[in-house]
């Protein structure tokens, strides 16, 4: 079955850099699309950044020239490196597998908390 975990989240001051992991088992990783969604209470998960297969990238505005999704195939791990973050990524975030830029895929990790706050 397929397996996304999660990791890297936590505390961080604004203006500071977090990196965050999924593992992922039981998808064929190198032909997924894989995608960072983030949920604050109250709202719907929203796409932040967004990986092809082949390795090109989409990002929500707001985030563009601050986060990159990157993945290693050979080890099935995708990455989130938020930089420069501002109390209004707050969140928790969320890896998903086999979706596109419209639409998520059905494989959801279980999601790590990101909090920025001095």
């Known amino acids: 079955q397929v397996q996304l975990v999660e990791s890297g989240g936590g505390l961080v001051q604004p203006g500071g850099s977090l990196r965050l992991s999924c593992v992922a088992s039981g998808v064929i990783f190198k032909f997924s699309p894989m995608g960072w969604y983030r949920q604050t209470p109250g709202n719907q998960r929203e796409l932040v950044a967004f990986i092809f297969p082949v390795g090109s990238t989409n990002y929500l505005d707001s985030v563009k020239g601050r986060f990159t999704i990157s993945r290693d195939n050979p080890k099935n791990t995708v990455y989130l490196q938020m930089n420069s973050v501002k109390p209004d990524d707050t969140a928790v975030y969320y890896c998903?597998?086999?979706?596109?830029?419209?639409?998520?895929?059905?494989?959801w990790g279980q999601g790590t908390q990101v909090t920025v706050s001095s």
């Open positions: 998903n597998a086999d979706g596109s830029l419209s639409s998520p895929g059905k494989y």
